[in-house]
């Protein structure tokens, strides 16, 4: 981050709709997202996104849930 106007969009964004700007605290959804891109993202050579995307699973429950899943062509089918 190199300037001062990246900064600012950014605090902007984590602060906005917080009335007292003071207090700790905002909209921590873009972190939570970098969190789990880079879970994925450490991950990727292990991961079927087929199975991730057509199931809508996280991280969390992909091991257990690609044990059980069965292909019927190009359909994911799950128990």
Same mark, same amino acid.
């Given at each position: 981050?190199?300037? /001062? ?26 972190? &939570? ?6 879970? &994925? ?11 991730? /995307?057509?199931?809508? &699973? ?6 257990? &849930? ?14």
């Amino acid at each position: 981050m190199g300037d /001062h106007g990246e900064a600012w969009d950014m605090m902007m964004r984590v602060k906005r709709g917080v009335q007292d700007t003071s207090i700790p605290g905002g909209m921590y959804k873009d972190q &939570i997202y970098l969190v789990g891109a880079y879970s &994925i993202m450490k991950n990727v050579n292990q991961i079927n996104f087929k199975i991730m /995307h057509s199931c809508k &699973i996280g991280l969390n429950d992909y091991n257990k &849930i690609s044990k059980v899943v069965n292909y019927e062509g190009d359909e994911i089918i799950v128990p």
